[in-house]
Nanobody, 123 residues
């Protein structure tokens, strides 16, 4: 499956942004999907994931309560709604997909990556 992410940009602290990632070339509904991010000089880290079963989600502690992952299987798209953005959320965000459980989604287990989209949070 090929993934194409978009929606990044410049935001101020407290703002909201929504990232989207369109999938093609595979049976999107059978994949767990997720988002990772990577800041300069820091390893890529897990942000959020949703199972192929809609509604089963997992979040990193740093974004829990502020970010929401969702998917629309009819549109082959996964979203990341980011609220109350903080400067520490600044990073390149990557969408990801894998077969199997979203609980097991990690940098190592991810099978497909989208290109990154830059999110910068600054006043």
């Amino acid at each position: 499956v090929q993934l194409q992410a978009c929606g990044g940009g410049l935001a101020q602290p407290g703002d909201s942004l929504t990232l989207s990632c369109a999938a093609s070339g595979g049976t999107f509904s059978t994949y767990s999907v997720g988002w990772f991010r990577q800041a300069p000089g820091i390893e890529r880290e897990f942000v959020a994931a949703e199972s192929s079963i809609i509604g089963i989600t997992r979040y990193s502690d740093s974004v829990k309560g502020r970010f929401t992952i969702s998917r629309d299987n009819a549109k082959n798209t996964v979203y990341l709604q980011m609220n109350n953005l903080k400067p520490e959320d600044t990073a390149v965000y990557f969408c990801a997909a894998k077969k199997g459980s979203a609980q097991a989604m990690s940098v190592v287990t991810t099978e497909h990556w989208g290109q990154g989209t830059q999110v910068t949070v600054s006043s």
